[in-house]
């Protein structure tokens, strides 16, 4: 299959294609040239597809650690199973790094205590929001895929590119 290439070296494309892509899965929107909407298509349906087929993946493990007192306490930890873990990893490789903001008018202490255990927000995202989401959906349609939609909104000002209204359905 042929990518398009839109006039970018590779390191360039696959940087914009990453950018947009983590803008994408985080907001659930962008706009963007009808080119470039496009190939974030398919690239965002590919990951949104690894994390529907892994999500479920979970492996149950007992940690032992010692409390303040000294005492040897056991308890149970939820770890990513190997398809899920190998699924993430890609997933890492594709999208940049979201930092999780601050709601307007939360405490900082509240703030912190939210993200405490979070190391990648957009990541718990993609496993806990949108690949539950889309595999309930693809059991009641019988339809995997067609994770996007592009709007067309009409041409750019100064040089007339075709623009478009990327989204998560």
Known sequence: MKVKQLGRPT???MAIMRNQATDLLWKGKIETTLARAK????YVEKILTL?????EDVVTVNKNSVNEKGEKVSREV???GPKKLAARRKIMAKVYTVK???KKGEKKAD????IDNIKNPLLEKIFNVYAPKYATRAKELGQKGGYTRIIRTGLRKGDNAGMAIIELI
């Open 100 to 102: 999780e903001e601050r």
């Open 78 to 80: 939820m770890n990513d």
């Open 39 to 42: 190939s974030l298509k398919s």
């Open 51 to 55: 994390a529907i087929n892994s999500y």
């Open 111 to 114: 703030y912190l205590a939210r």
């Open 11 to 13: 390191e360039e494309r």
